[in-house]
Nanobody
Framework: QVQLVESGGGLVQPGGSLSLSCAPH??????????MAWYRQVPGKEREGVVC????????HYTDPVNGRFSFSRDNTKNTLYLQMNNLEPEDTAVYYC?????????????????????????WGKGTLVNVSS
């Protein structure tokens, strides 16, 4: 089973940018999975989707709070996922997690990102904290 490690979190002022990375702990290929995603969670609230990707179809879904500000990318040569976050707002403060669903085929990307879609994911990183504050 793939083990994931996130990095890149930190403190940033409103309007600023951060780039998060997610890579497997060992040399497993992160791109052989059915789906990959970024989620975030604020204490006391349920985990919510940020961007979800069906890796076999390329179907990508951004949730409304981040659409137009956040961007997902992947580097096959580095076996790494990225989340570029621009124009950050205090409401973006959360612990950010990357996750994968190794099941193939998986549901549409939007399903992973809606409601309790995070329950489809079978492997998670430990998260990285993003704090947007002046």
């Amino acid at each position: 089973q793939v083990q994931l490690v996130e990095s890149g979190g930190g403190l940033v002022q409103p309007g600023g940018s951060l780039s998060l990375s997610c890579a497997p702990h060992e040399s497993e290929s992160i791109f052989s999975v059915g789906a990959m995603a970024w989620y975030r969670q604020v204490p006391g609230k349920e985990r919510e989707g940020v961007v979800c990707i069906n890796s076999k179809t390329g179907d990508t879904h951004y949730t409304d709070p981040v659409n137009g500000r956040f961007s997902f990318s992947r580097d096959n040569t580095k076996n790494t996922l990225y989340l570029q976050m621009n124009n950050l707002e205090p409401e973006d403060t959360a612990v950010y997690y990357c996750a994968v669903d190794e099941a193939i085929p998986g549901p549409p990307a939007s399903r992973y990102c809606s409601g309790r879609g995070f329950t489809y994911m079978d492997t998670w990183g430990k998260g990285t904290l993003v704090n947007v504050s002046s």
